[in-house]
């Protein structure tokens, strides 16, 4: 089956007031054809309502909408080149599965062959096929969700747009479906905007990952960007987890940090300047007290499967320090409460913001 190539998409400048709120600031955004991009944030972070603009269903304030060479900006919905997916299905109960997915072709007014071999097609690609005749009401969520994306890939739209498609299903269910969409999206190569707030589904599913806050976009990068090099503290402390430690900058360039000095890769900052400093909890390595380190004791001990959670307290720092360790190493070091331990800090691991 062939979609046709994906559509570039291109925001200038979007704004949004809802009375004298302004849920939207100055939106810049290039999403190529073919990329999966994710908007990830809070709630009331402004991501549905700029996807809500993209499609259509709410009008920006000012700025443009460019989708290929066309601008956008004021067309109505089904003037737009779009599929969408709703967190509900939206599915019609009374119609069976095949009428469904053919929804969208009969306004298209294709020969009944083709829609036929088209919703065939659709079938066999998300593995329904033999559900054809079924109603949603006899389906699963995620068999529902299923035959809502093939509804709305039907038509071969150039956009493809999913507000939070797997928030309703149960973990499980999620899991299997963010592979699937993800195999869909890519055998397909359709331009896909994903709404979610789940940090997992933007991390295993995106090309690239827009952080929202506040109706402003903090960053834009691949899943290991943000979460390696995070732009702001707000990013580093919404995806994953992450130690924030308050220091400042000695004359030669290096930081403290519970009485250890650490060369720091950013040396533009200037000497005694306040900083707050962040690193992952996976990045710290322990090792036996006598082989050095900043000593520190493990105050609590959370078992998740295939890491161990620590809760450790260094002399000198008045927050707890959060340290993951894989199961094997926890064997090695015969993890307890109470252990005093070696901890090091790699410095290309540390992000470094202004306090």
Known sequence: MTQGCGSRLQLHGINKHFGAT???????????????????GPSGCGKTTLLRIIAGLEAQSSGRLLQG???ISLLPPRQRDFGIVFQSYALFPNLSVHA??????RSQRLAKAAINQRVSELLELIGLSEHANKYPTQLSGGQQQRVALARALAPAPGLLLLDEPLSALDARVR????????????????????VTHDQEEALTMADRVVVMNHGVIEQIGTPQEIYRQPASPFVAEFIGAMNFVDSQRDATGRISLGGQLLEMPQPDQQPGQRLRLAFRPEEVRLVPLHEGGLAAHIEHLEFLGTFIRLRMRVAGLSEALTVDVDARSARQLGLCQGLQLGMHLPAEALSCFAA
Not at 100 to 105: C, K, Y
């Open 22 to 40: 302004q849920v939207l600031r100055d939106i810049h955004l290039d999403i190529q054809p073919g990329e999966l991009l994710c908007f990830l």
């Open 100 to 105: 469904n997915i053919a929804f969208g072709l």
């Open 69 to 71: 060479e066309r601008d």
């Open 175 to 194: 899991g299997h479906l963010r592979k699937e969409i993800r195999r869909l999206q890519q055998q397909l190569g359709v331009t896909t905007i994903l």
